[in-house]
């Protein structure tokens, strides 16, 4: 995605900042979301993402299990659900 472009809407995407937005406020959230979308644009690309470029992008928000958390949910995701999360979570 090229600077200053939107993102398309999407569950994922929706996931990452409720995930993110806990225990942060939404001003430092805001790059650190648009960061992590382009470097994992969808569930496949954090689910086969190594450990070390989870956290590595995750770096400055804090508690860290989230980031964890969510690499683990989308590795689960896309061996479970086809890498679509599923409408009744």
Same mark, same amino acid.
């Given at each position: 995605v090229a600077d200053g472009a939107?993102?398309?809407?999407?569950?994922y995407g929706t996931w990452v900042s409720e995930v993110m937005l806990q225990q942060t406020q939404v001003e430092r959230v805001v790059a650190y979301w648009t960061r992590w979308m382009?470097?994992?644009p969808?569930?496949?690309? &954090?689910a086969e993402a190594h450990p070390d470029d989870v956290n590595a992008l995750w770096a400055g928000l804090g508690y860290y299990t989230r980031a964890r958390r969510l690499h683990?949910?989308?590795k689960q995701v896309v061996e479970h659900?086809?890498?679509e999360l599923p409408?009744? &979570?």
């Open positions: 939107a993102f398309a809407r999407s569950a382009r470097r994992f969808s569930i496949h690309a &954090l683990e949910g989308a659900h086809g890498g409408p009744d &979570l």
